[in-house]
């Protein structure tokens, strides 16, 4: 069986830290222009918005130059543009660097800044920040972090090597550990290890629970608790459906502190609220480097504001 060619090398530079958008042009289709296709491809970019930009000589081909919007739609060909973003609000916490070498970047992820770009999030993530700061534009993330959970998150520093990096996640061969703030029971039994099947619909906000082989498997332990306030628990998921943990926690009676989707979703918060935070953090991330063998492990400095000040946090 034959690979597909990759595509060439980007012929513009990215910009505050996010890349150019990459198209290829389909291998079958009765448009005569690359004109043609891109207005109707990206048509949900606004009325003349696509016209204008190749009118401007902002869409180029592999070589830098301009594409006109006449240009004769060639299957197989390749495009770059920069999207006109949006104003962002901005998220006032830094991304701290906890170890960085030649092959990777381990940052501490705040609260409310998206991994990745992602929908509205684009330069406001930490890979578009870490590239500016660390002037590293060749930086990827070997895994993700949901936008409101803070903590650990891998980036890789040579695309070469990515994959090596993503594989150890795809196989489990990290041991991931994560920290909730959740109300206390006294009549749930800890430690359990909950077993469950997860399916995330797209386009909709909330995961949930079904019938059928488990897919989500977490184990949980409480780590401490203040009397009848809240506890502070252990999370150790073994498989990474989406809300995993939250779902998993709900499901036990005792939703994550400042979740705005579990148990039922809240009404969405001003731009700018960044008052009550989720309380879940990555706190340690350990797995043998496949690149050179070494054995890390990471552990998050951050705390969770509901655990160190509960009175202040909950009266937000």
Excluded: C
Aim: net charge positive; hydrophobic share 40%; charged share 25%.
């Amino acid at each position: 069986m034959s690979r597909r060619t990759p595509p060439p090398p980007s012929p513009l530079p990215q910009r505050d830290g996010v890349d150019p958008v990459r198209v290829r042009l389909p291998g079958a289709g009765t448009w005569a222009t690359v004109g043609e296709h891109l207005v109707e491809r990206l048509s949900g970019a606004g009325p003349g918005v696509v016209a204008r930009m190749l009118d401007a000589g902002l869409v180029v081909g592999a070589d830098g130059r301009p594409v006109p919007a006449d240009a004769a739609y060639v299957p197989g060909m390749y495009v770059w543009f920069h999207r006109d973003l949006p104003a962002e609000e901005p998220v006032p916490f830094p991304v701290e660097v906890v170890y960085r070498d030649a092959h990777i970047v381990v940052a501490d992820k705040p609260h409310f800044l998206a991994t990745t770009p992602r929908g509205s999030h684009v330069t406001e993530t930490a890979l578009a920040r870490l590239r500016r700061e660390l002037g590293l534009p060749t930086l990827s993330a070997a895994h993700r972090l949901d936008r409101l959970t803070a903590g650990l998150v891998l980036f890789t520093v040579r695309p070469e090597e990515r994959g090596a990096y993503q594989t150890l996640f795809r196989d489990r061969r990290v041991r991931k550990e994560y920290e909730a703030v959740a109300p206390y029971d006294p009549a749930l039994a800890l430690p359990r290890t909950v077993r469950s099947r997860i399916v995330k619909e797209r386009g909709v906000l909330t995961a949930y629970e079904v019938e059928g082989e488990p897919n989500a498997v977490s184990h949980i332990e409480l780590a401490e608790h203040r009397g009848a306030g809240p506890a502070r628990y252990r999370l150790t998921p073994q498989t990474g459906q989406t809300h995993q943990l939250r779902v998993h926690m709900t499901a036990l009676g005792v939703p994550i502190l400042g979740d705005p989707l579990y148990p039922e979703p809240l009404p969405p918060v001003a731009p700018g609220d960044f008052r009550r935070p989720l309380q879940l953090l990555a706190r340690v991330l350990e797995f043998t480097d496949p690149v050179t063998g070494v054995a890390h492990r990471f552990v998050s400095e951050r705390r969770l504001a509901a655990w160190t000040s509960y009175s202040d946090w909950a009266g937000q």
